[in-house]
């Protein structure tokens, strides 16, 4: 890879990948926040078990149409939608904007600042602008591989393949349950429905340390010290659930090293039909495969550390 441009971007898409699934972060085990607040005092039953209902009926509907917002201070800004299905792994589609910030420049200046992302038990693909393609041999799809982010993201790269692979718009139903902290807020139409609205807060190490059973313990404690690196410790979650027991809308806050993280989205059209393919693979590029080539040009390793 000859582009110092290129390879900035695609590393850039990779840490925007990474980051997603931190502040998405989800609980594997939901039922065992128990009813009571991280004090140990009991707090009303009627949150807790509106969200274990609105938890299974949103995993039970298997798909969701979904518009979404993102920021992280400066770094950047960015707009999805688009449609994922989680019955049988996770697989979907995204267009994803890069509206603003340092990620917004890059994508910039390698050809356009939108991109196709493409979801798959096994991997994510982004499908990137012609000018990108004439550095990458003609091919427009990049390919990250979950096997191969563990390998190059450390402790959060392992989280990140376990969260992509496991992730459903449940996964913040999941996340407030596991932390104990579960008020109602109000009641208010959202999209149209009447939704009533929880909200908590989720000290993110305590939450990943408890819930992560797929990671090792140098892994959790490789995941910590990126964590804090990274200056997340905790995130405020709101949740609005509708009548019918289905996530409608998810906003997720917490601070960072780089300045405030706001990631928004809203879930419609539950059990929306969604077909997912990997692209051709001669128009594919494997992340891995740049890494090691980039490694190779400057002498390095082409790791993400």
Known sequence: MKSTTVRRTTLSIAVVAALAGVAACGSSDSGKGGDKAAGGNPIHVNPIAALRSAEQSTQNADSAKVRATMSVGTAMSMDAT????????????????????KMADAMRKA????VEARYLSDA??????DKFAQQTGGKHWLRYGYDD????????GAYLKDQMQNTTPNQSVKMLLASGDVKKAGEETVSGQHTTH???????ADLADR????????QLADLKKQLTKAGITT??????????????????????????????????????????????????????????????????TGTMS
């Open 124 to 129: 994510y693909y982004a499908k990137m602008s």
């Open 198 to 204: 929880y909200a908590g807060t989720v000290n993110v």
């Open 82 to 101: 688009g449609a994922f299905a989680w019955g049988h792994g996770l697989q979907g589609d995204l267009t994803i904007t890069y509206t603003g910030g």
């Open 235 to 300: 995130e405020h979650v709101d949740l609005w659930i509708s009548d019918q027991n289905l996530l409608v809308k998810k906003v997720e806050k917490a601070d960072m090293a780089n300045g405030p993280m706001v990631s928004t989205a809203y879930y419609s059209d539950y059990g929306v039909k969604v077909t997912a393919a990997a692209p051709p693979t001669a128009d594919t590029v494997d992340f891995a495969d740049m890494m090691k080539s980039a490694g190779a040009a400057s002498g390095g």
């Open 111 to 114: 050809g356009s600042t939108s």
């Open 211 to 218: 819930t992560n059973h797929n990671l090792t313990a140098s």
């Open 149 to 156: 982010m563990a390998k190059l993201g450390g402790g959060s």
